[in-house]
């Protein structure tokens, strides 16, 4: 794979691929949001719609109790037609009144007697009934009804102001609401059976409209628009414009107003409306989106940083790697030569050159382990066996094998005298032991000295490697424990190595149970290294 | 002018409350026919007029508190320089306002807003702030407006059955289109709106609204009715309308009449009056101070003999002095004298009464040319103009009425225009409010006539 597609293949993969899905997955989830969403506006909708005609019906029952309390006065007054007149005069919901006989023929208004232009038309208008064509008595005459003390009674005929005289309490008399549909227009007549015939009146229905048209404005609370339509679907009032003409429920309103329907609309400006929730959704999708973007491009960036660095890291291991052994190839080589040619004679020297020979092998082999360990370990190749030992064992190969370089030099390192019995691979924790042994001996050379303390903790030990050197600053201690790292990358550095002693140290320890890391000192540098204590052996 | 002293007989009659000691009454009623002395020996339809002519209250007086409802048509339409006077108007009729009054304002476009409710105006800085930030918007609910603004004055009703005056202003340019729409509906709902006491005077601005609507409305619930060609008339309208709010002197104001014996009242011109066998009855919300209103009846009477009396009738008018707080009453007995001399019967014509039977005879010709040429019939609207500002002229002449000669040449001339250029809005709008102005004998008639 080349260079450039690995990214792009990464960028497909860690932001749009996800993106996508999410992107998917949200839009699924809102679809089925947006179902329940409706489907519960549908129901707030109908309990809405029930509740407003139940409002308006209280209001029709109120109006219909307040008509049969006032006509059951006139029944039984002394002057009836005088109480009629009256009625007419100062009620604003009466058009008409009348009295008839038993056979339906009107007594008042009398018909063929001078009268106006509305009273000819009224009579006209109800022929059918004073001319004893239509029964009078309709099957269904109304049952009284439930008045509920907290309805909507005052506000609907406020203003009337004959209510309160209007209140009979003698047994009631049988009132009919009867629906009237004359020349394409509804009216409603409202009359009570007397001894001899009826006294009723005709509702004045535009003023009807006027007052339910308040009141569904009341009740509609400038949230949802609930209009009134006539038998033909022509609209008697609405609360407030709907957004378009297409009710989205209607009920029927029942026996006082049966000619007509409640309806309910969408409202023009939904506050909380499926669209409001979509911005809100579309909204929330974006800035997921977005963040994922940014996010995806930050990880990519980040990812190629690590890249360069990681294959700038490589570039220098190989170049380090390649120096290191030479380094000691060459000073054997030469040794090895000088030896065999015999040009040293003194055996002083001959002893000091072999040693040399003996310690640059030694580091050879370091290194090799080291680069092979690694690689070991980033193929996961490496097999660790884990048993109970006492790491003082280890202390004589570790001194042993700095022998050659601690030799002639003042540094001194003290181990612990007690035992360390630890559950750990022993190969490794030998190694573990030689890498920071032999950090402190090439790095804090100068602290002369390196101080290993253990302790016990919660069924771990914890070593504690200080040295007396120059110490780690910040920079230095950032990338301590990564492959290839070291404290002086610079070709100028005075130390041989590979980069790769901590890294190793620390991931064996971690393979282990334990831990490697720095520790926070005044003088020098520490390193804690823990490492499971033994099961078996006690101390 | 001539007279007979028969005409004595059919002077004013007090039949009232009034005892000597009393101050004179704030509304004086009178009861007239259009000849004194009728012919004798023949029966024949005969025209009164009863007449309730209210004093202008004295200059110190305390006016009663007013409940005024403004509802402004705020639809599309409105925008621009209609709107901006309305605004304008609005604050004039607001700046005439006290701290005893009652002010709310309502507009509507496709919906009906309550922008000030009812209430005594304390925060009147606000109240003009929400009148100048008045916009316009969709469409015309009239209807919803209208009940709004119902439901806004009857907050005030009940505290104070008495001893306000009730009123709404209605503005409107254009066809109401949500809700009830129809003239007849309207005015019913005017009709309904008076038995509480409310009175809606409405203003139709530019050509577009509807003017049998308006005029219903204003007409049945005994409201004033205006027509504004321009705009920047709109000022003038509401100054002169506040000007009526605030001069009402009485109240629920009730005219009974009853005809003895063979006398039968046929109908009344003009206004709606119940008649029910030998009694009518009219109804009017208010008067204003100075102002004259009346009833004229055509009424069937039997043949009388020569030199006979009969009673025709007995008025009575019940109404609440708004002045005094209280409910005052006065009645009026009209009687006839009959005589066969042609020239005694010409020289008791009362021109008054003339005068007020043509100006409603040339009303009704003005309602009657609209349904004629709405029915196709151009020449008979015509026609029915021409006959009627004739028939105005010669009673102008016959009788030396100036009011008369200047309505015939009014007539004239609309019937020249109706011919020239057809009924165009603007025609049928003069038609309809003039014949509403003169039925309603509104006393602020304000005409911006441009021709």
Redesign the interface.
């Known amino acids: 794979m080349n260079h450039f597609a690995r990214p792009t293949v990464l960028l497909l993969s860690c932001v749009v691929l996800p993106a996508l899905l999410l992107a998917g997955a949200g839009a699924i989830l809102l679809q089925h949001e947006r179902e329940r969403w409706e489907q519960n506006a549908r129901e707030a909708e109908l309990r809405w719609l029930e509740q407003s005609r139940r409002e308006l019906q209280l209001s029709m029952e109120a109006l219909q109790e307040e008509f049969r309390a006032e006509l059951e006065n006139i029944a039984r007054s002394e002057q009836p037609e005088q109480a009629l007149?009256e009625l007419q005069?100062?009620?604003?919901?009466v058009?008409n009144v009348f009295r008839s006989a038993r056979d339906g023929r009107a007594l008042y208004?009398?018909p063929g007697?001078?009268?106006?232009e509305?009273?000819r038309r009224f009579l006209l208008r109800y022929d059918a009934l004073f001319s004893g064509r239509l029964a009078w008595n309709v099957d269904a005459e109304l049952e009284e009804p439930q008045l509920q003390q907290e309805s909507t009674y005052n506000s609907f005929i406020?203003?009337?102001?004959r209510a309160s005289k209007a209140w009979s309490p003698a047994a009631p008399m049988s009132l009919t609401w009867r629906a009237w549909h004359w020349e394409d227009q509804d009216a409603i007549l409202i009359y009570v059976s007397e001894g001899n015939g009826y006294v009723g009146v005709e509702l004045?229905?535009?003023?009807l409209?006027?007052?339910v048209?308040?009141l569904l404005?009341n009740i509609s609370e400038g949230r949802v628009p609930l209009g009134l339509i006539d038998r033909h679907g022509r609209?008697?009032?609405?609360s407030?414009?709907p957004k378009d003409n297409a009710p989205h429920l209607e009920l029927e309103m029942g026996d006082l107003l049966p000619f007509a329907r409640l309806q309910i609309y969408a409202p023009m400006n939904p506050s909380s409306s499926s669209s409001g929730f979509l911005y809100a959704a579309a909204l929330l999708f974006g800035l997921i989106l977005l963040a994922s973007i940014l996010a995806g491009g930050i990880g990519l960036n980040a990812w190629l940083q690590r890249s360069r660095r990681e294959a700038l890291q490589k570039t220098t291991f190989v170049s380090n790697v390649s120096h290191e052994f030479k380094t000691p190839l060459t000073t054997l080589r030469l040794y090895s030569e000088l030896l065999l040619e015999g040009r040293v004679e003194d055996p002083e020297r001959q002893k000091r050159y072999l040693r040399t020979l003996l310690q640059e092998s030694d580091r050879l082999a370091r290194l090799v382990h080291n680069v092979l360990d690694f690689s070991r370990l980033e193929m996961g190749k490496r097999n660790l066996q884990i048993e109970d030992f006492d790491l003082c064992d280890g202390f004589d190969a570790v001194h042993e094998a700095l022998t050659a370089r601690l030799q002639g030099a003042a540094f001194r390192i003290y181990f612990p005298e007690a035992p360390v019995p630890v559950h750990a691979d022993r190969d490794a924790a030998g190694q573990i032991l030689l890498n920071l042994c032999d950090n402190a001996v090439k790095y804090a050379a100068q602290g002369e000295r390196l101080d290993i303390q253990a302790l016990e903790h919660e069924g771990h030990w914890q070593l504690r490697f200080q040295d007396y050197g120059q110490g780690l600053d910040s920079k230095q201690r950032r990338g301590l424990f990564q492959a290839f790292h070291q404290s002086d990358s610079s070709l100028t550095r005075e130390q041989g190595g590979t980069g790769l002693g901590l890294h190793i140290s620390r991931r064996l320890a971690r393979e282990m149970g334990g831990d490697l890391s720095l520790c926070p000192t005044s003088e020098g540098a520490c390193f804690l290294w823990t490492l499971p204590r033994a099961t078996e052996i006690t101390t | 002018m001539k007279t007979f002293p028969f005409a004595m007989l059919s002077a004013v009659l007090l039949l009232g409350s009034l005892s000597a000691g009393e101050m004179k009454p704030l509304v004086r009623c009178k009861a007239e026919l259009d000849r004194a002395v009728l012919p004798a020996g023949q029966q024949q339809t005969a025209v009164v007029k009863i007449t309730l002519a209210a004093e202008n209250p004295p200059v110190k007086a305390k006016r009663a508190p007013i409940n005024l409802c403004i509802v402004l048509d705020r639809s599309g339409s409105m925008s621009g320089d209609k709107i901006a006077q309305a605004r304008k108007a609005a604050l004039e009729a607001l700046s005439r306002l006290g701290s005893q009054d009652v002010f709310s304002l309502i507009t509507y476009d496709?919906?009906?807003k309550t922008l000030i409710p009812a209430g005594q105006l304390k925060d009147l800085g606000r109240a003009r702030d929400l009148i100048h930030n008045i916009h316009t918007g969709?469409?015309t609910?009239l209807?919803?407006g209208?009940?709004?603004g119902?439901?806004e004055l009857?907050k005030y009703?009940?505290d104070a059955?008495k001893g306000m005056v009730h009123r709404m202003l209605l503005l409107s340019d254009g066809k109401a289109n949500?809700?009830?729409a129809s003239a007849d509906?309207?005015g019913?709902?005017g009709?309904?709106?008076v038995?509480?006491g409310i009175s809606v005077t409405t203003i139709g601005i530019g050509t577009d609204y509807n003017e049998d609507l308006m005029t219903q409305l204003a007409q049945r619930s005994d409201g004033n009715t205006y027509f504004v060609q321009e705009s920047q008339d709109l000022v003038g309208i509401f100054n002169e309308e506040i000007g009526d709010v605030l001069n009402v002197v009485a109240r629920e104001v009730k005219i009974i009449i009853e005809c003895p014996g063979q006398v039968?009242?046929?109908?009344?011109i003009g206004k709606?009056?119940?008649?029910?066998?030998?009694q009518v009855?009219l109804?009017l919300n208010q008067l204003y101070g100075g102002q004259e209103r009346y009833l004229l009846l055509e009424l069937d009477v039997p043949p009388g003999e020569e030199d006979s009396v009969l009673p025709l009738l007995d008025a009575r008018v019940e109404y609440h002095n708004m002045l005094r707080s209280r409910v005052e009453k006065q009645g009026t007995r009209l009687l006839a004298r009959f005589s066969p001399d042609e020239q005694m019967i010409f020289d008791n014509i009362n021109p008054i009464v003339q005068n007020d039977y043509y100006l409603n005879k040339g009303a009704e010709a003005k309602d009657e040319a609209i349904r004629l040429y709405e029915e196709g019939k151009k020449d008979e609207a015509i026609l029915v103009l021409e006959r009627n500002g004739l028939e105005l002229k010669q009673a102008a002449a016959a009788y030396d009425l100036d009011e008369l000669l200047l309505e015939s040449g009014n007539i004239m001339s609309q019937s020249l225009r109706l011919q020239q250029e057809g009924l165009t809005p603007t025609n049928r709008k003069e038609l309809r409010t003039e014949a509403a102005q003169e039925k309603q004998q509104q006393k602020s008639k304000l005409r911006y006539d441009k021709y």
């Open positions: 007149m005069d100062e009620h604003p919901l058009r208004p009398v007697l001078n009268s106006d509305e009273t406020k203003g009337i102001g004045e229905m535009a003023a409209w006027s007052r048209d308040v404005r609209p008697l009032t609405i407030m414009e | 496709s919906e009906v969709g469409d609910a209807f919803g209208v009940s709004q119902a439901s009857r009703l009940e059955p949500v809700g009830p509906e309207l019913r709902l009709k309904s709106l038995k509480e039968r009242p046929l109908r009344s709606e009056a119940r008649i029910r066998g030998q009855e109804k």
